[in-house]
Each structure stands twice: as C-alpha cells, then as structure tokens.
C-alpha cells in the first residue's frame, strides 16, 4: 500500500522565503502538490498545498468531484493506491497500456520512455498530474497529450526534447521542463493555455535569440524560472502578470534601465550567479512591490541604486560581489523617510569591504542587527 504523502506546493504565491527556489527535483514520489482549487481569494495562498482546502470548505472526496469508483486492476510491477499509479524505477521502455482508466496521478519517472505516441494516454481523461522526469524522451507526437483534458500538472524534466512539446493539454497550469535540449521557444507555443501560471524551463542551452516574440502571448504566469541557460541580457517579452522571475545561473553582464520595465508586479526576482557589473540608476523604480532581490555572486562593484525607493524590500542578497564601500543612503531612506516594511536580510560577506568603515546609521531599516550579514560565523 502506497502510505498517504503531505504534498509541498512548488510555485510559491503566498509568503517569501529567505531562499532562492532551487529548480524543481523529484526526490521522491508526490514531491508536488495537487491545488484543485480554481481560485483562491485573500489569505487562501496558504491552503493550497493539499489535495483540498484544509478550512473553510467542506471535505469532498473524489466521488463528489464526478470521478468514476477506483479500479481494482493494477499493471504489472506498479503500485496502485486511491486513484495514484507509481511505475517509476521499472525500466520500463513505453507507458503501460492496461493502466486504470480512473487513474489521477501517473508516476513514471527514472525509465527509459523514450517516445510518447498518439495513443499512449489513451482513456486517462481523469488524469491531474503526469511525472515523466529523468526519461530519455526525445519525441511526442503532437496527438499524446489529446485524452488528457484535465491535466494541470506536467513534469518533463532531465529528458532529451529539443522543443516543447505543443499543443500542449488546455487545462495545464503547471509546466516542468528543465534540463533539456531546448533551444527555441517559437511564437504561440503556449496558445490556449489560459489556467497556466507556472513554467520551469532552466537547464536549457537558451539564448536570448532563441525566444520569439510573442512566444508568451496570451499566459497569464505568475511564476517563471529561465535558470542556468545561456541569456547574456533579461529577456523583455516576458508576461507582465509574473511575480516572481529567476534568471539565475546565466551570462548577464547588466540591469540596464529597460529591461524590467514591464514586470510591475514581480515581488521576487532572482539574478545571482550571473556577471552583472553594474544596474542603471531608475532600473529598479519599475519595481514598487519587491521584496526579495538575489544579486550574489556577481561582479557589482557598488550597492545597486534606488533600494531606498523599494518600500517593501525586505530581503537583499548581494555577498560575493566586489562592493568595497556602504553608504549611509544606500539602503534606507534619507531623512526622515521611512520604508513600509524593515529589512529582514541584507548580506554583503564575500565582499571586499571592511564592516568598521560601514557607517550604522546606514542599517537604520533594518529589523535586527543580526539581518545584517558581513561574514560566516562559525561556532
């Protein structure tokens, strides 16, 4: 019997934490969430990181949701249990064909798929989330993903594709394709997709050039990560709903003053690990809502400007850099002014700056001493 698993959500919406989001990995079975929740109101972010809300809603079961009675058939070597099929680590060369048509969760990660084919899915229409990570697909025939009509979360990752395979299933809100060989995302790949709000696509050799303009028309992404790829610049045809955008892991050289002009929203933005000399004076005022910024190890030789202006920054992640000098404006407001929300994090270790030349008054705004990071300390 498969034992009951708490599930952890993987496209954060509700409270930041300190951590950058590492790309997703799938240690082990369920290592997601299953939010059947259409829409979430004020205070719900929270609740959406089991199979149902946890309060204010009643405890539906499965029946209630117009799924058909559980199957009692099982294929050879998988584990069946409540509706979730588990055929990973089965060396397995093609999708099983005698799978329960009531199935929900499809596992079938660490095989080698290599091809999906037309009728691969055939009869799963109850399908909600699909695992095909650490696979060695390579081809999808655009009709596999037609029975699936319902499926909201797909996991392709570390497979061989060398494009996304479209068109995609329509009611797709979670897209996991990192570590591939994709190269070029072309215009209206993601056509249709009106519920999807979440893509991981890093690990991928893309470029700046290998997206097409118009290549996210239409998406309404909350969460977008483009990590450890090739993009020498921040992309600027990205959707201006996202709120958060990492881009970590890649070649850029500069934040210049257009480039996040059109992401108002993003209250996470991640560029660490990139080569970042310098970001233009006014770049960051197209941020009013930021809370979290990750520019560690990068090559900034000064505390990027306007930080005071970003009220609700909280969080600023800037060691391994060669800042060498803080200022008594470079983080809080001057004067009198006051930001919204203190700092809770502010590391400058890795830096070539000596903490005694600091003037404290430049920390003013923040929640604690200890927020303050100048160096490791060990016990």
């Known amino acids: 019997m498969v034992p009951l698993l708490l599930l952890v959500l993987l496209c954060p919406t509700g409270a930041l934490g300190l951590g950058l989001v590492p790309p997703f990995e799938q240690h082990g079975f369920l290592d997601f969430s299953l939010d059947d929740v259409p829409a979430l109101g004020p205070g719900d972010e929270d609740e959406a990181s089991g199979l149902f809300p946890t309060s204010g809603a009643p405890d539906l079961g499965l029946d209630e949701l117009g799924l058909p009675p559980p199957s009692g058939h099982c294929p050879f070597g998988c584990h069946c249990h409540l509706r979730v099929v588990q055929c990973s680590d089965l060396g397995l060369k093609e999708v099983p064909k005698d799978l329960p048509p009531d199935t929900t969760l499809l596992d079938l990660q660490n095989n080698f798929i290599s091809e999906l084919r037309a009728d691969a899915f055939k009869g799963l229409e109850h399908l909600y989330a699909l695992v095909l990570v650490n696979n060695r697909l390579s081809r999808v025939d655009p009709k596999a993903w037609t029975p699936l009509r319902r499926l909201q979360k797909l996991y392709l990752s570390r497979n061989l594709l060398t494009r996304v395979p479209a068109p995609l299933p ?21 056509h249709g997709l009106h519920q999807m709000n979440c893509i991981e696509m890093g690990g991928n050799p893309l470029e700046n050039s290998g997206f097409e303009p ?34 970590d892991h890649n070649q850029i050289q500069a934040i210049e003053l257009e480039d996040l002009k059109r992401y108002s929203k993003l209250t996470r933005l991640g560029l660490g690990h990139n ?20 520019l560690e190890h990068n090559k900034l030789q000064r505390v990027p400007p306007g930080l005071p202006n970003l009220r609700h920054l909280q969080v600023v992640y800037l060691h391994a850099n060669n ?55 060990r016990k």
């Open 170 to 190: 329509p009611a797709l809100v979670e897209l996991r394709i990192h570590d591939n060989k994709i190269r070029r995302v072309p215009k209206a790949v993601f």
């Open 214 to 247: 118009g290549a996210f028309d239409g998406l309404q992404l909350n969460y977008l990560r483009i990590s450890e790829a090739q993009l020498t610049g921040v992309p600027k045809d990205l959707p201006e709903t996202l709120t958060e955008l990492h881009l």
């Open 323 to 377: 800042i060498s000098a803080v200022g008594p404006h470079d983080f809080c407001p001057p004067g009198f002014g006051v930001k919204r929300s203190p700092y809770h994090g502010i590391s400058l270790f890795g830096n070539p700056l000596p903490a005694w030349e600091v003037p404290p008054a430049a920390f003013r705004c923040v929640s604690a001493p200890l927020a303050v990071q100048f160096g490791n300390y």
């Open 275 to 294: 080569r970042v000399r310098g970001v233009e004076n006014g770049s960051l005022s197209f941020l009013p809502l930021l809370r979290e910024l990750h």
